[in-house]
C-alpha cells in the first residue's frame, strides 16, 4: 500500500519514476514527485491514476539531484491531486511522502495547528504541516524540528522529508510501515521495497521501527527521536533483477502461475538434504514440539493457505492446530493452550493485521514462526524463527505462487515436526515424491491453460456471480479460488462448503449461475456429486475439477493423482487460471485489480 522513493546525489526523476514503476503491484489511485536541483529550483507535480498520468504532466526541465516520490492509496480524503503526496507546510519550505495512517492527526490539527491553511484532507498533511509550525515556533533546523513532530505523532508511517532550506539532505522515520535504504557510490536511495530500486543498488540497511535518519548523497545516519545513534548495518541482497520483471509475459500473474512448479522444485531443493532428508531449523523443530497447540494466523490468501496447513499438521503431527483471521485476533485475542506455538503466514511479510497480533504473541512470550517470501521483512524480523517461502518476487496483486509455496512450506513443517515427533505417518511420508508429482501436475495443469480460458469464456465472463463448492481440503481451495475470481475479474463469487449451500444459500442458484465444484476428498466425492445435482436441478451450470480417482465422465478438468493433504497444489491451478482469463479475457487490469493493494500496511 502507498509506494515511497526517495534519492539522494543522482539525477532522481527517472531513478523515482521507474522505483515507482516497480512498486505499482503495491496498489495506489494517485501519484506525485518532488525535485530540487540543489541550484534553487524546485518542482512539484501530482496527478490522478496511473504514473503514466504523472510522466505526461513532468515537463523536460523538471529535475532534480534530490527527489522524493510516491504512489498514494487513498485512506484519509479521496483520490485528488491535492490529496496525492508529496505534501508541503503552507511556507513550502517542507516536503513530505508518507506511507502509513497518523492516528491522531485530527487531535494534532486541533491541539497545535489552529489557523493553519490546509490544502488536502489528509493524516499527511497534518504531520507537514506541524514539522513547519515547531520549526518556526522554536527556531529549529528540519531534522531537529522533525524529531520533535515524531514525538507527537502516533500511528504507522515511512516518511521521507525534504527541507528545502538545506535540500542536500532526505530526513526519513519509520515505524510499522516499509522502508529500507539502499546504498550507492555517491548517491542514496531510500525505498518502500529493495525490488523497486535493484537496478540501482543491491546494498541495502533494513530500517526498523522507531529509526529516524538523516540521508545525504555519501553517508547516513540512523538515530532514535531522541538523538540516540542507532547502528544498522548494510548487507547485499541476493535477488536477480529479472525474477521480478514480466518477460515476455502480457501479466505477472499468468508468469506467476506458471512459475509455481519451479518454485515446488525451489522449496524441494531448499528444505531436503542430499540423503533426501526433510531439513528444517532443529530450533523450530524443538520448539514447536514442546507446544500443546499451533495457532496459524493470516490474512486473505494467506489464510486459505493456513486452513489446508491445518489439516496437514494435524494429520502428520497430532498437534491440534487453529487457524484464524489476523484481523479478527488482533483485539480479541484466543483464549490460549498451555503452550501454544504460533504461525504466520504471510507473503510479504508486512501484512498490519499479522504484526498487531505477532505484537500481543511477543507481549505474552508466545514462541513464533513466520513463514514468508520475503528475507528481512517486519514479521520475519519480530518472529523467533523464519522460514522463508523461496517463490521470487510476486509481483501480481493476485497471490498465486505464494499460496502454494505456502502450502508446500507448511508441508515440510509438517513432515519435520511430524518425524520428531515420532509420528508413522510423517516417517512413512515421501513429501519428496510428492513435490515432485506436484511439480509435474502442475507443469501439466499449466499446459492445458487454453481449456480453461475456454471455460472462463463460455461460462463466467458473462455473469454477475459464481460459487465455489468443495468438503475438506476442497472448502478451503473453495474459498481461495472464489477470492481469486472475484478480486481479479470483479465477478462476486463465494467459495462454500458443499453441503452448506442447501442450508441457505442454494436460493441464490438460478438459470446458468456458475457454480465450480472441487472433487478430491475421498470420504465425502460421492456427496459432492450430491450437491452437484442439487444445483443443476435449479440451472446451475457446472465446471467440476475433480481428481483423477474421483472423476467422472464430463468432468471439465481432471487432476492428476496425489497425496489427499496435497492436493489443493493442484486444484488451485484451475481455479487461478479461471481468474486470469476471466479478469483478461473481461478487457481488466489483472495484475492490479481496482482499490486492491498487494501489501496491506495498515489496520
Ligand atoms: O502478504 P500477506 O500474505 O500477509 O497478505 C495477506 C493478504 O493481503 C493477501 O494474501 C491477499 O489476500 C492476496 N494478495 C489476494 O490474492
Sequence with gaps: MCGIVGVVGKPARDIILNGLTNLEYRGYDSAGIYLNDLNGNEYLTKAVGRISNLKEKLTPDEQGLVGIGHTRWATHGKPTVDNAHPHFDETKRFYLVHNGVIENYAELKEKYLQGVKFHSNTDTEVVVQLISKIAREKNLDGFSAFKEALKLVKGSYAFLLVDDTEPEHVFIAKNKSPMMLGLGDGFNIIASDAISVLDQTKTFV?????????????????????????????????????????????????????????????????????????????????????????????????????????????????????????????????????????????????????????????????????????????????????????????????????????????????????????????????????????????????????????????????????????????????????????????????????????????????????????????????????????????????????????AREGDNVVLPEINYYMSALLTVVPAQLLAYYASKDKGLDVDKPRNLAKSVTVE
Design 206 to 550: 533494513d530500517l526498523q521501527d522507531g529509526d529516524v535518519g538523516d540521508i545525504t548523497k555519501d553517508s547516513y545516519t540512523i538515530e532514535t527521536v531522541d538523538g540516540k545513534k542507532v547502528e544498522r548495518k548494510p548487507h547485499v541482497l541476493d535477488i536477480d533483477p529479472n525474477a521480478a520483471s514480466k518477460g515476455t509475459y502480457e501479466f505477472y500473474m499468468l508468469k506467476e502461475i506458471d512459475e509455481q512448479p519451479s518454485v515446488m522444485r525451489k522449496i524441494s531443493q531448499t528444505y531436503f538434504d542430499e540423503n533426501d532428508d526433510v531439513k528444517v531449523d532443529p530450533k523450530i523443530i524443538d520448539s514447536i514440539s514442546k507446544a500443546d497447540r499451533i495457532y496459524i494466523y493470516a490474512a486473505g490468501t494467506s489464510y486459505h493457505a493456513g486452513l489446508v496447513g491445518k489439516t496437514m499438521l494435524e494429520h502428520y503431527t497430532g498437534i491440534p492446530t487453529e487457524v484464524g483471521l489476523a484481523s479478527e485476533a488482533g483485539y480479541h485475542f484466543p483464549m490460549m493452550s498451555k503452550n501454544p506455538f504460533f504461525i504466520f503466514l504471510t507473503q510479504s511479510g508486512e501484512t498490519a493485521d499479522s504484526r498487531v497480533v505477532l505484537k500481543e504473541v511477543n507481549k505474552r512470550n508466545i514462541p513464533s514462526l513466520t513463514i514468508t517470501n520475503v528475507e528481512g521483512s517486519t514479521l520475519s524480523r519480530e518472529a523467533d524463527y523464519t522460514m522463508l517461502l523461496e517463490a521470487g518476487p510476486e509481483i501480481a496483486v493476485a497471490s498465486t505462487k505464494a499460496y502454494t509455496a505456502q502450502i508446500a512450506v507448511q508441508a515440510v513443517l509438517a513432515k519435520a515436526l511430524g518425524e520428531a515427533l515420532n509420528k508413522a505417518e510423517a516417517k512413512d511420508w515421501n513429501l519428496k515424491h510428492d513435490l515432485a508429482i506436484a511439480a509435474e501436475g502442475m507443469q501439466q495443469l499449466v499446459d492445458s491453460k487454453e481449456s480453461l480460458k475456454e471455460i472462463a469464456d463460455k461460462y463466467l465472463i458473462k455473469s454477475r456471480n459464481a460459487f465455489y463448492i468443495g468438503r475438506g481440503i476442497d472448502y478451503a481451495v473453495a474459498l481461495e479460488g472464489a477470492l481469486k475470481l472475484k478480486e481479479v475479474s470483479y465477478i462476486q463469487t463465494e467459495g462454500f462448503a458443499a453441503a452448506e449451500l442447501k442450508h441457505g444459500t442454494i436460493s441464490l442458484i438460478e438459470k446458468d449461475t456458475p457454480v465450480i465444484a472441487l472433487i478430491n476428498d475421498p470420504a465425502t466425492a460421492d456427496l459432492t456429486r450430491g450437491n452437484i445435482q442439487e444445483v443443476v436441478s435449479r440451472g446451475a451450470n457446472v465446471v467440476t475439477i475433480a481428481g483423477k480417482d474421483f
